[in-house]
């Protein structure tokens, strides 16, 4: 983990009991953490987008430090590394990745004697570390205002498809041909339309999105134009990410 003297935390977002928190050296992006107390002391799960560690706060010296830790009744000897930055942490497997976010608590002995903690809401937690390590700890843009959508022809009814993850980054891009103004709605996780762009005839438009997102264009009358588009994350033909909207 970064030192202290460097070392920068901003808050990113919170799931339940848990805090999501980004940490950076300078202006260098570290890695993502989901964090829990138990009244005592803190755990953080944490990840840089490529492996995960788990560490406590830790004041002693610094080097190897070995401790007792397992998921329920169970009970191993794990190595920690304590690096001056004020926690003891170490690396996790896949097998214990998957026994964070399954098992209800998780135990660990160290320098203040056994500490548990409940993991409720672990899984949840750790999947907005990693959306947070992805984005290198930069907070998404806020959707733009919703625009209010009545459904018109050849539309989809409101609700009935919606976003479902954040798991498949993709890029699109969106192509009026027709004669008329377009503007390009995205379909959110409660299916609710949210404008982004307004095409103008014979322009395009890039968009970063994810593989399960549903986009829509709608004319001002509120009519619908070239179905439901998904970006497919798989291709690496650019004409099948590419939209065009002509009628």
């Known amino acids: ?17 848990w805090s999501i928190t980004a940490v950076f050296g300078g202006n260098q992006f570290g890695y993502c953490a989901a964090d829990v107390d138990n009244g005592k002391v803190q755990l953080r799960v944490a990840t840089d987008g490529r492996s995960w560690q788990v560490g406590v706060p830790f004041y ?54 056994e500490q548990t903690f409940k993991l409720n809401g672990a899984a949840a937690a750790m999947d907005k570390a990693l959306q947070c390590a992805r984005n290198r700890g930069q907070k998404p843009s806020p959707p733009p205002p919703q625009q209010n959508a009545a459904t018109g022809k050849n539309c989809p009814a409101i609700g009935s498809i919606r976003s479902q993850n954040s798991n498949a980054p993709v890029q699109v891009n969106f192509v009026n041909l027709m004669k008329i103004p377009l503007n390009i709605m995205w379909i959110d996780y409660s299916g609710e339309w949210k404008k982004y762009h307004t095409l103008a005839p014979n322009s395009h438009k890039i968009q970063k999105t994810f593989g399960s997102h549903p986009w829509i264009a709608v004319d001002a009358r509120g009519n619908c134009h070239g179905g439901v588009m998904f970006g497919n994350p798989r291709s690496k033909d650019e004409g099948d990410n590419m939209f065009q909207i002509w009628e």
């Open 1 to 17: 983990m970064l030192r202290p003297a460097v070392a920068q935390e901003t808050a990113y977002d919170r799931s339940g009991r």
């Open 60 to 113: 002693g010296k610094t080097g190897m430090v070995e401790a007792y830790y397992g998921f329920g009744g169970a009970s191993e000897v794990g190595n920690l590394r304590a690096e001056g930055d004020g926690w003891a942490s170490m690396k996790i497997n896949g097998d214990q990745v998957n026994a964070f976010r399954s098992l209800p608590e998780f135990s660990i002995n160290l320098d203040r004697g």
